[in-house]
């Protein structure tokens, strides 16, 4: 059973105003777990003081790719934050000195500690998986939020798992938010200048992928899982994409709901 002392809680993303909250929650709930906050340069802490343990500021300048859009849709401003995400949480994972680590943003809030009673559970009678397609050491818990079932999306969004929250061994987030950055080309796939007429892109995206999808399909590059991947989010040509999505997340995660999880 995994117990309080064995957890990290990586709090990561700009400072909020609900993100004193959170830390207090983390606090109330999970008194004996570490607290690392991961913030940005630009991000005024001053209120926070001995809300965590471990601070680490991280400056955005360095970012790469940080500056490109989400859509093609020139009337949709908002900027794609992949980068920045995965280099906040790296930077936090990096500082956890705990077997587990918690991935947390800076706008959630716990209401209880179920998330870990959940965990211990399932541990406890789902732990089994097939080993041709186990990518981490242990499941990781994540939520259904952001998670999509590619059978209900046309066969689209293969490998598609929520990056909001996720528990698990350190290793293995670790492995998730490796540090490794989404080139240009992939980011702008869809705004390049070549045409891509046999794609189908319904939200207008600009990337190749969701920003969900893009770490678990980097992954499956890397191992040694034998599995077709989509060529953009929406890619449904193969009829593998929705078997072996229901595989691979059998395989390696719990997805339950926020409110399971006892956070908002």
């Known amino acids: 059973m995994i117990e309080q002392n064995d957890i990290s809680f990586i709090v990561c993303g700009r ?5 004193k909250k959170g830390l207090k ?27 965590y343990d471990v601070l680490v500021i ?3 300048d ?3 790719n940080k500056d490109i859009k989400c859509s093609v849709d020139p009337h949709n401003p908002k900027i794609n934050s992949l980068n920045l995400q995965m280099s906040s949480v790296h930077a936090g994972l990096k500082k956890s000195k705990t077997l587990y680590s918690v991935r947390f943003r800076t706008d959630f809030v716990l209401k209880n500690a179920n998330f870990l009673r959940v965990y211990n559970k399932l541990n406890s009678f789902l732990g089994k998986r097939k080993q041709e397609f186990k990518l981490f050491s242990q499941k990781i ?3 259904t939020v952001y998670t999509r079932d ?10 598609d798992v929520s990056d909001i929250f996720a528990f698990g061994k350190t290793e293995d987030l670790l492995k998730r938010w490796n540090g490794i950055m989404v080139g240009r080309e992939s980011l702008e796939y869809f705004g390049s200048p070549s045409e891509k007429p046999n794609y189908f892109n ?4 600009n990337s190749q992928y969701t ?3 893009y770490g678990l399909i980097n992954l499956l590059k890397d191992s040694s899982i034998n599995v077709p991947l989509p060529n953009s989010y929406m890619d449904n040509t193969d009829v593998n994409f929705i078997k072996n999505t229901y595989e691979i997340f059998l395989s390696n995660f719990y997805i339950v709901s926020l409110k399971t999880l006892g956070i908002s």
């Open 58 to 60: 991280n400056n955005a």
């Open 211 to 213: 920003m969900e999808q």
């Open 141 to 143: 818990l994540v939520p």
């Open 15 to 19: 400072i909020e105003p609900v993100t």
């Open 62 to 64: 360095q970012i790469p």
């Open 202 to 205: 319904p939200h207008s995206s």
């Open 150 to 159: 590619p059978e209900k999306c046309g066969g689209g969004y293969a490998y």
């Open 25 to 51: 929650s983390i606090r109330k709930y999970f008194p004996h777990s570490k607290i690392i906050l991961s913030t940005w340069d630009d991000c005024k802490i001053d209120n926070l003081t001995g809300l």
